[in-house]
Each structure stands twice: as structure tokens, then as C-alpha cells.
């Protein structure tokens, strides 16, 4: 059995993997027709994003059954044969464990509406509005009030849409069933879960309102977020349910976690979560109020970079704790666009940027179709399905006054459903994805960019990632090794090298779009491993042009010196 550091996760977004059945929607027998791409590619787990039963207001983060299978995806059958045809493969499953929020499609949900009395009504946050208003000023992830309206003067929390009421944690019967879903499926075989905002468990007691003297609704950080019982909460999870199952494995998505906190949920000693995501690259370029937030132009530096993986790295060593990389998911366009340069460095940047996420300590994700490069593709207004961007839309238009044709390029430009474009498989009309017009358009650039073409092409994207899988399972260094910064300072450069004993990698990168040059702090003698682009010795100047990237293998300090003398001795072969 893999353990979460030595695992290589895949995350499958299903509407948008494969269809098997040609209704133009992915499901789960098009995974298992997948699955042998899958283990050639390497990985060694699947992270599935949600397949319960939902009404889809947000594709599956929304769920009115947990015990159900979306009809649309396939059967509960569908899903215990996935789980087989892994198990076959050595490929892990983690599923994706909503428990923040359900679906008010959800029954327990449709019985406190219909019922004040019921046993369910305390499941939600049922509130009284505050003269005439929402009970507080809260505003939601999604844009407008965290507030949805019961009745005349009664509300129910929906951090995320109007659809997704807020679970109350504090009630101890929903904990049990949500501890009681979690048993259902890992007694199915799975190998544990991905926990959606998981972080955002733990609400201000009261609900008060957040700094009330600024008008308008406002974001509820840490009233929401990182409250100290999710500590409590993912203790008591992992004692009664985590714990049971033999080297299961949880990841916390904690959506805008705090370091600190991150370190503090997956320290071993505190017992609660094995790994973190956290969201400081995911959210560069964008302003304190996330992707629709544009006052920081989306952009941002190699510098930026850099901090960003200094920060996490260290506190990984100093802390104890642990993170999990991701580049791209189903939340966030597609990485190359936004961190490398598709128009005039595609191949070089989109690996020089598999071989940075490959290279740090953490467990490394793969988002669906960021093997072989797929890029982002501008939708209309009309074409849009993700509710995040359509009402982020609104709120910029109606609450910021952002005119409506800019608010709508604004979404163009970042709405989820960039990443959300079917999968590539062949050059055909849809990608081979479907062999009809699938839910959401697939990306005409298929006919270049897709798994078909990338498999016959030895210089592609596709084989690099083959490649940095292999090198990840090869040396144990590159999982366990000690992360060390070199030439911090360096404004287009990133160099650090990973160290495990007396073995020892370099990696260097130009994250930029511009040549730069980097004299070494260090004299390293090494061999090159791997580059994207063209073999250079590794000397103490180096001169690299725009992404370019190379990882080099350091010989130790007394075969380095023998290597030197050898070079300079008249009998040097
Ligand atoms: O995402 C929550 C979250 O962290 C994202 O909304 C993120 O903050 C934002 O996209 C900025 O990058 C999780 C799921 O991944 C997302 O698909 C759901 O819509 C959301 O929770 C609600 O369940
Ligand atoms: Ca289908």
C-alpha cells in the first residue's frame, strides 16, 4: 500500500472525463474505460471529485444523497466495479467528502423547511433576520449575502450558493452521520477522502456580524474559517472512523487555510488530517476577495512564486506538518496560462512547471488533462454553467457597480469552467471525449492537444510528466528530502535542491519569460537528470532562457573532488 507522501494523485473531475454512453456527459464507466491510461501515466490514486446525487446547482458540491450515485454518472454497481478495477490496478481512490454544506435539496434539509420541530432543523443555521436584513452582514463565497431567506424574517446560512445550506458541526448528530458516510464508502474499499472547505466547519459562535462599521456585506475570514473546533472536530473523525481504517488517507482542502493552521491539521502528534492543500499559489494575482476580486490585475512575479514556495516548504521542516501540490483543478483556469506563457513558451513553461510541483516536499496532484497541456478556452456569456462565475457576475455588476460588459470579461477571464472543458483524448470534434456535443464545449485546440497525439510524441508535455512520475518513484530524495533554497533572491530563478542522506538533486528554473542569469551561491557538480529543452553542464554561472528548467543529480563532495582531478589529469580518457 502507497502512503499519502509516496502517492501520485490524479484528480478526475467526472462530468468532464469521459462519457461512455454518449449522453455528452462524463460518468463512471467512462473512468474504468480510462483506468489502463491512467496506470501507464503512473499515478497511484485517483482523486474523484463528487458523484452523489445533486441537483447539480454546483456540480456535485452540492449533494441531496450521499448514499445515491448521480443517475447521470452511473450506479452505486457502477462505483463499487471502479473501486474493483482500481483495487486491480494498485490505484487508490479518495473521494470527495462535501460536509460543510448540503444540497437544500437534501431531505434532511426538506424536513426542518417543512417541519420547525424537526430533528433536522438544527442540522442548519436557521436564523432571524436583524431589522429587516439577513441575521449578519456575512457575504458568501459565491457574491451576494451568506443568507438565504426561509420566510418573511427567518434565514438559513449558504456560505457557497443559495442552494448549499451550512451544516451545523455543533450538533453532534450530524457529525455521526456524516461519520457514518464515511464508514459506507471506506468499508467499500476506498482509500479515504479529499475534504471539501472542510476548514470552514467551525462558524463564530453567534454568527456575528464582521466589521460592521463597513458597509455592505462582508467576508467572514475567520469568523468562517479555521475556527479552533475544526481542530476538535477532525480529532474526534479521525479517533472514530480514520483510525479504523488501516492507512486511509485524508486530505483537507482547507480553502484559504493560515499556515499555522495547515501545519496544526496534519502534524502526526495532533492525530487529525495527513495532508493540507493550501491556496497562496492557486491565488496569486488575485485580490483579498479571490478570483473575481481583479484590483491586482492578475498578475504576479517570480518572486511572488518563490515566497510562496519558501514559505511552505520551511514550514514543512520546521513544523512538522504536511501539504499536498496542486498546479491546476476544477476551481481555477488552467495553470499554464496563468504561471507560464502559452502563446510563446507553451512546451517549455508547461514543463518547466510539472518539474517545479514534481520537485517539492508534498504529495504532487495532477488536475485531468494537465498532462498533456490543455489550455483554457473563452466561453460566452451564454455557453457559461458554473454558478460561481454567473453570480460573481451579478454581485461585481449589482453590489460593485462594475459595468455589466466588464464584470462579464472578468468572468470570461476566470470563470472554474475553463478547467471544466471535457477532456482531450483524440483530435476529433469532442475530443473523444463523447461522440455527441457534450454539456460543455470541448476545446477545438483538440485537434493538437490530446492524449492520442501526446502518447506518439516523445518530446511531449504527456511523456515529461511520464517521466518526473518516474523519477518521483525512483529516488526516495524527491519525496523525502530535505527541501534547501539557494539564490533566494534571485528575481526570475528559482534554485533548491532536495537532499535525503548522501543524495542529493538540484533543481533550477527560469520562471519567467525573460533570459536571465544565475551565478550559483553554491560551486554544485552534478549530472543532468532532466531538462526541457536542451542538455547544459552545470557549472557556477548559469545562463537560462525563458522557462527554461533542469534537474541535476549532485555528486557527493569527495567523488566530486576525484571528478575534478580526473578533468584536469593529462590521462583523462
Ligand atoms: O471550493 C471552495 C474553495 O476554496 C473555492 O471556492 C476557492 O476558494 C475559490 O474557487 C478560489 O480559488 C470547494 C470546491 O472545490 C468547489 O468546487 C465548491 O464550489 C466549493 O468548495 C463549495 O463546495
Ligand atoms: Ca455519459
New binding site residues.
Partial sequence: MIDFKHAIIYQIWPRSFKDSNQDGIGDIQGIISKLDYLQDLGITAIWL?PIYASPND??G??ISDYYAVQPEYGTMQDLDELILECKKRNIDILM?L?A??TSTEHAWFKDALHNPNSPTRDFYFFREGKNNKEPNNWLS??GGSSWTKESDNSYYLT???PT?ADLNWDNEQVREEIYKIMEFYLKKGIRGFRM??INCIDKKPGLPDKNPHKKGYQFPDDYLLNGPKVHTYLKEMHERVLSKFDGSISLA?G??VTLDDAMNYTKPANKEIDMCFH?DL??LG?GEL??FDFRKGYRHTASDIKAVTRKWQNAMIEQNGYIANFLS????KRHIERFGDVKLYYLESAKALALYNFMLMGTPFIYQGEEIGMTNLKLDYAEWKD??AINSVKTLNTMLHVPLFIAKKIGQFVT?DNARTPMQWTNEQHGGFSSTSPWLKCNPNTKYINVADSQKDPQSIYHFYKKLITLRKENEALVTGQFKEYNADHKNIICFTRTLNDESFLVLINLTKVAATITLDESFIGEEILHNGSYKELRKVMKLAPFEAHLYKLTKEEKAAEKVALHSSPYRT
Fill in positions: 471529485s454546483d456540480y458540491y452540492d470527495d462535501v460543510n454544506h463565497f459565491f456560505s457557497f450558493a448549499q471539501d472547505v482542502e480553502c484559504l491556496f492557486s491565488m488575485y479571490g478570483k483543478n476544477h476551481d481555477n454558478y460561481e472554474r
